[in-house]
C-alpha cells in the first residue's frame, strides 16, 4: 500500500517562501506530484520529481530525495492568491495511478 | 478544448435512488480516473480506466460501478445511493502513466445524499 504525511496547515505572510513537507511509504514508486487546489475547485497540477533534485517553475519549486521517500514543495513571493489546500501524489507505476495525501491548507496573510 | 467536463454539477438524491455521473474529455486521453473528496481530506480513487473498453477498481471501489465505452467519456453510477456516498466527486484524465503523470481534473459533481 502506499500513505502519505503532509503538515494539515501552514500560514505565513505575503512576500514570504514558505516549504510544505511530504514523506510517503510506497509499494512502488515512479513520481511525486504536487498539485493546488482553491476552495471549492478543481486540483490542478503544478509540478513532478521523478528524479532527485529540485525542480523549478516560476515561483514555485519541488524537491525529491527517493532515498529519504521524502518531497518538498517551496513557494517564494508569496502572494493572497496562494492560499489554497496543496496536495503531495506519488505515482507508484500501477496504471498512472495516483495517491493523494490529504492536503495541506495554506493561509497567507497581508 | 474544453479539458474535462462533468455532468451534473450538484444533484441532491434520496437514499436508495440512482444517479449516473458523467465525465467527458477532448484531450485524447487513455487514462481516466473517478475520485470522491471528503471536507478536510484528499482525493481517493473510486475507478478508473486505462483506455477505452476496459475499467478497474481503486481505492474505495464499493457502491460504485464505472463503463467506458467509448474513449471520451467515463461514466460513474451510483446503484442505491447511501448518506455516506455524499462527496464531491472528481473526474481527472490523463496522456499516460510515463509522462509527467499530469491529470487533468473536472471542476466536480457536488452531491448529497439524504
Known amino acids: 500500500g502506499q500513505s502519505l504525511e503532509q503538515p494539515s496547515e501552514v500560514t505565513a505572510v505575503e512576500g514570504a517562501i514558505v516549504q510544505i513537507n511530504c514523506t510517503y511509504q510506497?509499494?512502488?514508486?515512479?513520481?511525486l506530484s504536487w498539485y493546488q487546489q482553491h476552495d471549492g475547485g478543481a486540483p490542478t497540477f503544478l509540478s513532478y520529481n521523478a528524479l532527485d533534485g529540485l525542480e523549478e517553475t516560476g515561483r514555485f519549486s519541488s524537491f525529491l530525495s527517493r532515498s529519504d521517500s521524502y518531497g518538498y514543495l517551496l513557494l517564494q513571493e508569496l502572494q493572497m492568491k496562494d492560499s489554497a489546500s496543496y496536495f503531495c501524489?506519488?505515482?507508484?507505476?500501477?496504471?498512472?495511478?495516483?495517491?493523494f495525501g490529504d492536503g495541506t491548507t495554506l493561509t497567507v496573510k497581508p | 478544448n474544453a479539458g474535462v467536463t462533468q455532468t451534473p454539477k450538484f444533484r441532491v438524491l434520496k437514499t436508495g435512488q440512482s444517479m449516473t455521473l458523467l465525465c467527458a474529455q477532448d484531450?485524447?486521453?487513455?487514462?481516466m480516473y473517478w475520485y470522491r473528496q471528503d471536507p478536510g481530506m484528499g482525493l481517493r480513487l473510486i475507478h478508473y480506466?486505462?483506455?477505452?473498453?476496459?475499467?478497474a477498481k481503486g481505492e474505495v471501489p464499493d457502491g460504485y460501478n464505472v463503463s467506458r465505452l467509448k474513449k471520451q467519456n467515463f461514466l460513474l453510477g451510483l446503484e442505491s445511493a447511501a448518506p455516506s456516498q455524499t462527496s464531491v466527486y472528481f473526474c481527472?484524465?490523463?496522456?499516460?502513466?510515463?509522462?509527467?503523470?499530469?491529470?487533468?481534473f473536472g471542476p466536480g459533481t457536488r452531491l448529497t445524499v439524504l
Open positions: 510506497t509499494s512502488g514508486f515512479y513520481g
Open positions: 480506466s486505462v483506455g477505452e473498453g476496459t475499467t
Open positions: 484531450m485524447n486521453h487513455e487514462y
Open positions: 481527472a484524465s490523463s496522456y499516460s502513466r510515463s509522462s509527467t503523470d499530469t491529470q487533468y
Open positions: 501524489a506519488v505515482n507508484g507505476g500501477n496504471a498512472g495511478k495516483s495517491t
